[in-house]
């Protein structure tokens, strides 16, 4: 469907391209990387609408990308200076259907027929004395009301509405806005399940309805009324049900689960009956499906009921795109479908074995997104490693690996070899931790061999001599009178035994202890090689 | 592909063949109908729409609305990267020598009517095949009425279109070719007119076209249809016209009219007075439609100013050439029962004179 976005200007998106998959996008990132942004140009682009109003009467300063707008105004200082503009383009798929959309009004170099959407912000010609008069005392905002926004699809016709052809549902379960529960969004998705012949029935029976209450149950209410000296000149006073379009049915249908009205079923039945209603059309005409952040409002259980709903709904000729913070979201629906957005900035996955795929699937709550968001990661084997490798680096260098961009990760039980490919493929600089547990190093590093260039990704071992694990490595380090101070631990207590049974409360108490600590060879190693 | 002619005379409900071919269609077939006047495109909308409703599969359009909707508004930037088309002049011309841009559009950036059928040709041709799969892709059928009017440049694309996935289908009257879309095109100038008839046989022979030929009129009476077959050179070979119009009424046929007598004939008949433009026929106020301009409308009775080459046909058997044998073959065939044509010396004219 969508096959190129391309973003310029719009909020943080200062020259934006993207060519989505054609079935699944996972757009995750931080807060602030512009997820939903993209998400809102997309709808933009393709509906002339945002939060289901007109651009028109949308459009404000804040649209426009800050950086832009400073670098006019400073080169308007200078002189010479271009007006910032926005420009929204989706390419999309050279099918049959969508050829009324198709044109060379595009800005693919060299020239190509395909179809698709334009969505610009410009400044208005008409007002060209206006906007002139305006950089006479220039601010941050630019003045918006003499800018204008122009819409069109390739083949450079003007559109206005959006195109028959095109068809989108948005699901952005963070606000739900109240009209009657049903947003705008919602009332598009319950049209789009009625052919043309059915809506006019409805509607041709809604007004009959009411019309019968005007003759009916008002009847003597009018009755009374014709008596009473109303109007200027005594005609007689009446009341009828209104019958402008203002009150067309389908403002006043409200969809009910089992018989509660929409608006008063919890936020996250509400997201989830949207995300079905929308994704259960007919395939061939929703085309695209955005939905932001479907772990809202949602219990573990709802949301895995959710996801399995949205991966049996999505069909053939849909494009999903999902914004989430989830991790379980992520691996559930299927790693490679990831797109880390960072302002920009687009990271995919490409290469990713499907074996690797179905694994994070299959361990939905192991956290990919923590290792997708990270700069640099360490992957340490337990919670005890963890604490204790902070402690090491912090020693080192006076600042927490977080501090520094590093995130320490625990990796339990989890595949090291899967781990590692998964960073390789999200070109993440990654120092491992293992211990060796009684065997030769070597040994193990050959299965790990493929993943590691001693550059972005390196394993790192403590010597067998020095201790099978991460407790007898500190004692091996540090010597067993000085731990026993550290720990606080009875004089007659074995060091040893008490740190193997008492991991995590070891490792807290050497991280918190004022004494100094010897860092095992391995772990120092591995905080200068992440360090750099 | 499958594409159809069908050469009719005039009054043999050709506009009518498209309206009921439109009607027997599946909705789910979506048909494009062109034209080439204003007037026609207007009263075939009405006709489609009292025929087969508002159905949303079939759409009427113009001929240079097709071209500029279809062809240059979407893939311009293929021959001219950057621009877009912002205007269209219908009168103007390109300097006989003007190349690149100066050929295509006027100094205000509008592109001419003339040259649009050469540009939507180069515009085919640089897009490799996108503008027709386009095309394909937004109509199943493509009908053409009044084909005769095509010209120049727009011959090349038709050919473009018979190798396309659309079907085409086109109806139309070899002798009734007044309009032009081209007025000055020398491209395919062999084709014009009379010629057309040749070329559209040359596409038959090659399998690409199916003609069909249709003789009869179910508007002029008998007397009005053989006297419309004289107006062309037997030498062009057009078949015999055969009326189907039975109706009789006290004053049927073609009748010459002295100058003296016009206005008792008008005040009699009521006929539309037909002219061959504004300068003709001032000697008397009446209410004249252009040759032109009555093109595919009926009369009951028509009234006819003779022009000089019209006199020299009736007076002395001259033949007319292409162009005006074509206007006056319009005039003629617009009426069901009488055609008067105001003429004051016969020559060797044996139409009969009507008398007060």
């Known amino acids: 469907m969508i096959t190129k976005i391309k973003v310029k200007g719009y909020r943080i998106h200062r020259d934006f391209e993207l060519e989505p998959n054609p079935r699944i996008n996972l757009l995750v990132g931080g807060n602030d990387a512009g997820k939903s942004s993209l998400m809102e140009a997309i709808a933009l682009a393709m509906t002339g609408r945002i939060g289901g109003r007109p651009a028109a009467e949308e459009l404000n300063p804040y649209w426009f990308n800050t950086a832009v707008v400073s670098e006019f105004l400073d080169s308007l200082l200078i002189g010479e200076a271009v007006w910032p503009t926005i420009e929204i383009e989706l390419f999309l798929q050279n099918r049959p259907d969508l050829q009324a959309l198709c044109g060379v009004h595009n800005s693919a170099i060299p020239a190509q027929a395909c179809p698709g959407v334009v969505f610009r912000v410009i400044p208005n010609p008409e007002y060209d004395a206006e906007l002139q008069a305006w950089t006479e005392n220039p601010s941050i905002l630019l003045p918006v009301e003499y800018y204008k926004i122009e819409w069109r699809h390739f083949g450079d016709s003007e559109l206005t509405r959006r195109p028959r052809d095109l068809s989108i549902a948005i699901i952005d379960s963070r606000t739900i806005r109240t009209f009657g529960g049903v947003d705008y969004h919602l009332r598009q998705i319950l049209n789009d399940h009625l052919e043309p012949s059915e809506k006019a029935l409805i509607s041709l029976e809604y007004r009959q309805a009411k019309s019968s209450m005007s003759d009916g149950a008002l009847a003597a209410l009018n009755q009374r009324l014709g008596q009473v000296e109303a109007s200027l000149d005594q005609q007689p006073l009446k009341v009828a049900m209104d019958q402008t379009s203002r009150t067309s049915w389908d403002s006043a249908v409200a969809p009910h689960i089992d018989n509660v009205p929409f608006s008063m079923a919890g936020q996250g039945q509400q997201a989830t009956i949207k995300i079905s209603l929308a994704m259960g059309r007919h395939a061939d005409r929703t085309n695209v499906v955005m939905i932001e952040e479907p772990e809202n409002h949602l219990s573990h259980t709802s949301m895995v009921i959710l996801l399995n709903r949205i991966e049996r709904l999505a069909g053939e000729e849909q494009q999903l795109f999902i914004s989430t913070h989830s991790t379980y979201v992520l691996n559930r629906l299927g790693l490679d479908s990831l797109m880390l957005i960072n302002r920009d900035a687009v990271t995919t996955i490409t290469g990713l ?121 500190l004692i091996h380090h540090n010597g067993e009178a000085a731990l026993r101070d550290i720990l606080g631990i009875r004089a007659d207590a074995r060091v040893d035994v008490w740190m193997t049974r008492e991991k995590t409360e070891a490792a807290i108490r050497i991280a918190e202890s004022r004494q100094r600590i010897v860092a095992p060879a391995y772990m120092a190693a591995a905080a200068a090689f992440i360090h750099g | 592909m499958a594409n159809h002619l069908t050469l009719a005379v005039a009054g043999s409900r050709k506009t009518q063949g498209l309206i009921e071919h439109c009607a027997a269609l599946a909705p789910t077939r979506r048909v494009l109908v062109v034209t080439f006047t204003q007037r026609n495109q207007h009263e075939l909308s009405e006709r489609l729409a009292k025929s087969i409703g508002l159905q949303t599969n079939v759409e009427v359009m113009g001929w240079y609305t097709l071209l500029i909707r279809h062809f240059a508004r979407p893939f311009l930037p293929f021959v001219f990267p950057g621009r877009r088309v912002q205007g269209f002049d219908y009168d103007g011309l390109p300097n006989r020598f003007a190349t690149n841009e100066e050929r295509f559009f006027n100094p205000a950036g509008a592109l001419y009517a003339a040259e649009l059928g050469k540009l939507a040709n180069l515009l085919v041709e640089q897009s490799q095949g996108a ?52 007025p000055r095109s020398r491209k395919n100038k062999q084709y014009a007119y009379a010629k057309a008839l040749a070329w559209f046989q040359t596409k038959q022979r090659r399998g690409e076209l199916e003609i069909e030929y249709r003789n009869t009129t179910w508007r002029c009476s008998p007397g009005i249809a053989r006297f419309s077959d004289t107006i062309f050179n037997p030498a062009w070979g057009f078949p015999e016209t055969e009326s189907l119009n039975e109706v009789t009424t006290d004053h049927d046929g073609v009748f010459l009219l002295a100058n003296r007598n016009v206005l008792a004939y008008v005040e009699r008949f009521r006929p539309q007075c037909l002219r061959v433009n504004v300068k003709s026929g001032t000697a008397f106020d009446l209410n004249y439609i252009n040759f032109k301009v009555a093109k595919g409308a009926t009369y009951e009775r028509v009234l006819i100013i003779a022009t000089g080459p019209i006199s020299t046909f009736l007076q002395r058997g001259k033949s007319l050439d292409p162009g005006p044998a074509a206007t006056f073959y319009v005039a003629v065939t617009r009426a069901q029962q009488s055609v008067a044509i105001v003429l004051d010396r016969p020559g060797q004219s044996l139409i009969p004179y009507w008398e007060q």
């Not at chain 1, 912090?394 to 961009?405: E, I, K, L, V």
């Not at chain 1, 339990?412 to 990654?430: F, I, N, Y």
């Not at chain 2, 120049?152 to 309009?179: H, N, P």
């Open chain 1, 353 to 473: 074995t499907p074996e690797t795929v179905g694994y994070y699937k299959k361990l939905p709550g192991y956290d990919t997104l923590r290792m997708a968001l990270a700069d640099r990661l360490v992957l340490v084997e337990g919670p005890s490693d963890e604490i204790i490798f902070e402690r090491i680096f912090h020693d080192r260098y006076q600042m927490t690996p977080m501090a520094c961009g590093i995130d320490v990760l625990s990796m339990r039980s989890l595949s090291l070899a899967r781990c590692l490919e998964l960073c390789a493929r999200l070109g993440k600089r990654v120092a491992v931790l293992r211990d060796n547990d009684g065997q030769d190093p070597a040994a193990l590093r050959e299965s790990l061999e493929d993943w590691l260039d001693g550059e972005h990704r390196e394993l790192f071992i403590g010597d067998v001599d020095h201790g099978h694990t991460l407790e007898p490595q």
């Open chain 2, 131 to 182: 503008l027709l799969y386009r095309l394909e892709s937004l109509y199943d059928e493509i009908l053409v009425d009044e084909a005769q009017d095509l010209s120049g440049w727009d011959w090349e694309l038709l050919e473009k279109l018979f190798a396309s996935r659309i079907d085409i289908r086109m109806v139309g009257d070899i002798r009734q070719s007044v309009l032009s879309t081209s």
